[in-house]
């Protein structure tokens, strides 16, 4: 049974002072800060990214997610005047597309950016995204088309809370090493710590696959909901590939690279499933079943996030590791420090 306090949104509230947001990264990216937390033995470690592969078990199986961060936040007009700003979230079927806009529109209204790139407002849903469809040209583009336009015209959709515009080291630093597969709008942040040397002596001494999840938008919304179960989850893409899903049928421990990637682990585990949209929401009262090792950030008060991190480790435990961390001057979200419970 789990306890009720565990079932409040606000119980998953802390204080972070402002300046703990980090809002550029640390350079060279594995000497960010990483807390271990060791469950058997309750004791809690800090330490440097760059010695993470010290407290991970020999040839523990490593999962990574291989998505590449678009440039979805785009900068227009509307046809009949007014400055519009649009954010991507991600593609629907028959050519159209999840997006947030700011700026007044109403169904009907044409939007128009650089490139010949336009776009018609089709819906409004009542959780504020908007609904539209893009031409460049006067032609529908099909996905590939389209991001590689934004790729020239568009911004890197920094989270809101680093309260900056993106520029040129962005592009580099909010994107993995292994970004692969276009479609996300938000970057699998537990990943963006590696190295190149240590990415490499990881894949030498572990097993490393990678499967995909698109990042979108809805992992900022907040949880407003007084208790969580109400929260409506996001949902986003994922994939897993064939030759991954007999280990992960298995019962060998692994460790999951981000939150990202263990939602996608946690939701082929319930449903077989290894392709489709994932809207799992892991919490205490809904722990993993599959994921055995978590590295991931440190992440919003009261969002679904530091709820599947309490599904790992309890609330409680969490907010305790979480005031260390605070206490510790430990760099917080994106751009911040890492986190490992084994």
Known sequence: MIPSDDLLTDAYDYILPPDRIA???????????????????????HTRFHHLLEFLPEGLPVFLNDTRVIRARIFGRKSS?????????????????????????????RLEFDEELAAEVLELLPDGARIVRFEIGGKTPDFQELVALLERIGHIPLPPYMNRED?????????????????????????????????????????????????????????????????????????????????????????????????????????????????????????????????????LPKSTLIMLVSAFIGREKTLELYREAIDRDYRFYSYGDAMLII
């Open 167 to 299: 520029n040129e080291e962005d592009a580099e630093h909010y994107q993995t090493l292994f970004a692969r597969e276009a479609g996300a709008v938000a970057a699998p942040t537990a990943s963006l710590h590696f190295t190149p040397q240590l990415l490499e002596r990881l894949r030498e001494r572990h097993p490393t696959h990678t499967l995909t999840l698109h990042v979108g938008a809805g992992t900022f919304k907040p949880v407003e909901s007084e208790k969580i179960l109400e929260h409506p989850m996001h949902s986003e893409y994922f994939r897993i590939p064939s030759e991954a899903t007999a280990l992960l049928q298995s019962e060998t421990p692994l460790l999951a690279v981000g939150t990202t990637v263990t939602r996608t682990i946690e939701y082929f585990a319930r449903t077989g499933r290894t392709e489709g949209e994932c809207d799992l929401f892991l919490h205490p009262g809904n722990p993993p079943i599959r994921v055995t090792h978590l590295l991931t950030n440190f992440h």
């Open 23 to 45: 809002t550029r990264p640390v350079v060279p990216a594995d000497s960010a800060r990483l807390l271990v937390y060791d469950r058997s033995a309750d004791r809690i470690t």
């Open 81 to 109: 005047g007014g400055r519009v700003e649009l954010l991507l979230n991600k593609p629907l079927p028959d050519n159209r597309y999840l997006v947030m806009i700011r700026g007044r529109v109403r169904s009907g209204t």
